[in-house]
């Protein structure tokens, strides 16, 4: 056989995961060959509890022999899993010439409590009632129990989870660096909780837990109207500890009435407001064995109803990665701030030396006014400030632990000038999702841009999709998430974060099928709007195609049908959707003064998304087995299309509405009749450039725009758009210093001042849905079957790029696509294809150069399959492997 190593064994898509509830977790792996062209077709999959795997009577599932190329979301059917338990699993597999690997090195996952009927603890709170309604005086709950272990601990699971935030901490030390639990769900319905491997904290002898609960998002203010208790008033916390002792006994440790309670010096925590923490109130050795807790109050048990627990299912937030301020400004109205030389979001943490009763104040913003000062007006009613008052005697440390601020400047009062600078650093905080893309190029600015689309991602992706992180709002909208969701899959691997948001949005959705406008869902927002709501649809579907996956689809479909259902109930008409309250094109560029919506008809945007939704879900019910419904909602669609073209297109084929965003979504969900798009997509072009080669598209047209034009043959006017530097552009806001994508296209005006106070974000990922037109057509990196399984290298250069390249990795490994232009004229293009999947390369239409590959003519070339010429260009088929292609200049058209 060819050398060939099973790697990459992933759990859920996830390594070695620890506490998960999934009864059928999805088994994948990757392959590495020596030469290229490797496919497999057979694997067998090995489940058992011991690693070793020594003796195949001790085995939970074997596959044996399987005759299939599938290496991914391969379901576990082996004996039903038990509670609180590992699993080792390893991987072989056969090539085409049905020789075997060696077994891949075992992987493993653990179960968490898997029932409800596991947890022993009881609910735990600091009092036995809430505090008032809108009192944003509340201090912060301490908790603490003591306990005695023997020698031998074998190993430790803390199941955790709370009402409100919390944090726990075992013998003086974190249980771990995770932050932000238990997340945000619909916590009226479900409700996550936690699982923490603590085996080498604990000794024998005394132990102590202590946990730490604050307001978050249960409890604390929450949306623009000021409001909080959305979920509750009362936090509490639920915590049991499972200790497998070496004679194979256990002892379990839980939340009861003989733990202790207290405040502390955490007096204030709020997402939206900040904290505000009195060291001299500091409890010494709170979370350590010996500590006297004689004046706290016992914990008050709680009877209130616990919605539904379920293990973790997104990756954690924690601090990722660190940033050092860049400069210390003086501004002209005396104030002291630091520049951390990025838009980001988490917190400082910061060293002072200080009297006690010092006041160190850190206000946070995204931007400097025209003048230079500090400017908070764009956070309407959020504080986002941290008030740390010194107990004094040496260097104290600080960093908040329950709010979050979105901000690149630092207004800080209470620190004498020696001290700025080094001791604060920049805690940057995200759900710790894998990054999976790269895009570079010749141009600096676009990879700025790049840049500004990555960090938008990261600041906006905690826990659930928002729209903002900074001002009195962060909510998870659903119209950004579905707009952007296709851009974030190439960045990081988005499956684990989108299905636990997905689930919340389904637990959220209303009986007649309505989605709300954010989710988790505040009635604040509201709800039923197109493109927003439409995420119920687009969203599983977009997974399922950079993941190829059909799990979610199974999962979402209940959910994806009754939307589009709900969609049928409102029209005065049956196929179209033309009442109701819609977003439309927001914050389009040809709104009427003094509005937000593009000039796009609404009911036309509506309609146009309700044949899209109902042509996802005639492909998903194909795709799940549901044929009687795909028949049902094909008719639907053909009929939505007929009312489309009766409604909103004339006669001789013009859309109506001649608006960039009528024009982008009619061409992308193929709207109208074969004869007429080429027209369509024409005067799209025309419009463009009668607008000085200027979008006037808003959220629901933006992120289609450059997409529709390469498709209808117009990638160089596309490139120009991408490079336009004057405003409205993508590049404005570049050239105007932004780190992040913002809300507006002219969120800071060319004379320095702003859009606006009360809607003005610097950090809002919607518009940077550009970027899976830089993967799919400046680098063109697409996928033909879903998941990659099979690939299209297309790449499109144009524009002043003189080279491109992404990369990208996909559940079978890494894809790679770089071009560039060498000074003699020749392109050269370097391709990296995964085991086990095929590419079709189409080289750019009019290089008719010879072709080689690492200096060799193609007929020498391994992992070549065919060569043939259609209307694209040249085509060629290729295996697995890496690739070095040149087309000579001499011979270019």
Not at 358 to 380: C, K, M, P, S, W
Not at 410 to 439: A, K, M, N, R
Not at 484 to 491: E, G, K, P, S, V
Not at 715 to 723: D, I, K, N, P, R
């Amino acid at each position: 056989m060819n050398e060939c190593k099973v790697l990459n064994l992933a759990v859920n898509y996830r390594t070695n995961p620890l506490g998960t509830d999934d009864p059928s977790p999805r088994l994948s792996w990757q392959t590495r060959a020596d030469t290229r062209g490797f496919l497999q077709s057979a694997y067998q999959i090995q489940v058992g509890r011991n690693p070793s795997f020594a003796a195949e009577e001790e085995l939970e599932w074997d596959t044996g022999k399987v005759t299939s190329d599938s290496s991914v979301h391969i379901d576990y059917q082996g004996k039903t899993l038990l509670p609180r338990t590992r699993y080792s699993f390893r991987v072989r597999v056969w090539d085409s010439g049905d020789n075997v690997s060696a077994w891949s090195g075992p992987a493993h996952w653990e179960t968490a409590l898997l029932s409800q009927q596991n947890w022993q603890a009881s609910w735990i709170t600091a009092s036995s009632s809430g505090q008032s309604a809108q009192s944003s005086n509340d201090p912060c709950d301490y908790f603490r129990t003591e306990f005695e272990l023997p020698a031998g601990t074998v190993s430790a699971r803390i199941y955790a989870t709370s009402l409100g935030l919390y944090r726990i901490y075992v013998n003086g030390s974190p249980a771990d660096d995770t932050l932000f639990n238990p997340g945000w769900t619909s916590y009226n319905k479900r409700l996550q909780y936690q699982t923490y491997d603590v085996t080498q904290m604990l000794t024998a002898g005394s132990n102590a837990l202590g946990c730490i609960a604050g307001n978050g998002w249960y409890k604390g203010f929450l949306s623009w109207d000021g409001s909080k208790n959305h979920y509750g008033e009362q936090r509490a916390v639920l915590i049991q500890l499972h200790i497998t002792l070496a004679d194979g006994t256990e002892q379990v440790i839980v939340t009861d009435g003989s733990w202790r309670t207290s405040s502390g010096p955490l007096l204030m925590s709020e997402l939206y407001h900040g904290e505000t923490y009195d060291a001299r109130l500091e409890l010494d050795g709170w979370f350590s064995p010996g500590f006297a807790d004689q004046k706290w109050k016992p914990a008050a048990l709680t009877d209130a109803p616990p919605p539904l627990l379920v293990a973790q299912e997104n990756e954690p937030s924690r601090i990722v990665e660190t940033i050092e301020p860049i400069a210390v400004i003086s501004t002209p109205d005396g104030g002291t701030v630091l520049d951390m030389g990025q838009n980001m979001v988490g917190w400082v943490r910061f060293t002072v030396n200080a009297e006690a009763g010092t006041e160190i104040i850190l206000q946070h913003a995204e931007v400097l006014d025209r003048d230079g000062n500090f400017y908070t007006g764009n956070l309407r009613s959020a504080q986002q400030t941290v008030t740390y008052i010194c107990r004094g005697g040496g260097p104290e440390t600080f960093e908040p632990h329950f709010t979050f601020q979105g901000f690149r400047y630092v207004q800080v009062t209470g620190v004498p000038h020696d001290q700025l600078l080094e001791p604060f650093t920049g805690c940057v905080i995200h759900s710790d999702l894998e990054h999976t893309g790269s895009f570079s190029c010749s141009d600096e600015l676009v990879n700025q841009l790049q840049h500004n689309i990555l960090w938008g991602q990261k600041g906006n992706f905690l826990d659930v999709p928002t729209d903002c992180p900074q001002r009195d709002e962060r909510l998870g909208w659903t119209g950004d998430a579905q707009v952007f969701i296709r851009t974030a899959a190439f960045n990081m691997n988005v499956v684990p974060f989108f299905e636990k948001w997905l689930r919340d949005l389904a637990a959220d959705q209303e009986a007649d099928g309505r989605v709300p406008h954010v989710i988790p869902d505040i009635p604040t927002a509201g709800y039923g709007s197109s493109a927003w709501g439409d995420a119920a649809v687009i969203c599983p579907w977009t997974l399922y195609q950079c993941y190829g996956d059909v799990r979610i689809l199974k999962e979402q479909y209940p959910s994806m049908k009754a939307w589009v259902e709900y969609i049928r109930a409102q029209g005065e008409h049956e196929f179209l959707w033309n009442t109701g309250h819609h977003f439309g094109d927001w914050l389009g560029l040809d709104a009427k003064e003094n509005s937000y919506i593009g000039a796009t008809p609404k009911d036309l945007i509506a309609t146009a998304f309700f044949a899209y939704s109902t042509e996802l879900l005639v492909k998903t019910a194909e795709i799940i087995g549901q044929q009687e419904e795909a028949g049902k909602y094909r008719e639907l669609h053909s009929n939505i299309i007929r009312a489309f073209r009766e409604e909103f297109v004339t006669p001789s084929g013009r859309v109506a509405s001649p608006t960039q965003t009528a024009y982008a979504v009619a061409l992308m969900f193929d709207l109208l009749e074969e004869k007429d798009r080429p027209r369509t997509a024409a005067m799209l072009a025309d419009h463009v450039k009668e607008n000085g080669t200027h979008l006037t598209t808003g959220f629901v047209g933006t992120p289609y725009l450059c997409l529709v034009l390469s498709r209808f043959g117009y990638t160089g006017l596309a490139y120009e758009l991408v490079l336009q530097k004057e405003y409205p552009s993508w590049l404005y806001s570049v050239l105007q210093g932004a780190t992040t994508i913002w809300e507006h296209w002219d969120g800071i005006k060319p004379d320095g001042s702003f859009w606006s106070d009360d809607m003005n974000s610097y950090n809002h990922y919607a518009y940077g849905a550009v970027g899976d037109w830089m993967y799919r057509v400046a680098a063109g990196i697409e996928l033909i079957e879903p998941g990659y399984k099979k690939i299209r290298i297309q790449p499109q250069p144009g524009g002043q790029l003189t080279w491109a390249e992404a990369s990208y990795s996909s559940v079978y490994g890494v894809i790679k696509s770089a071009w560039s232009k060498q000074p003699d004229g020749t392109l050269e293009l370097s391709v990296v294809i995964p085991a086990n999947t095929t590419a079709e390369l189409i080289l750019p239409d009019g290089q008719q150069g010879e072709i080689r590959e690492s200096g060799e003519a193609l007929e020498h070339t391994a992992g070549v399959l065919s060569v043939e010429k259609n209307t694209a260009g040249r085509k060629l088929t290729l295996g697995s492997g890496s690739y070095r292609f040149t087309v000579a200049a001499e011979q270019q058209a």
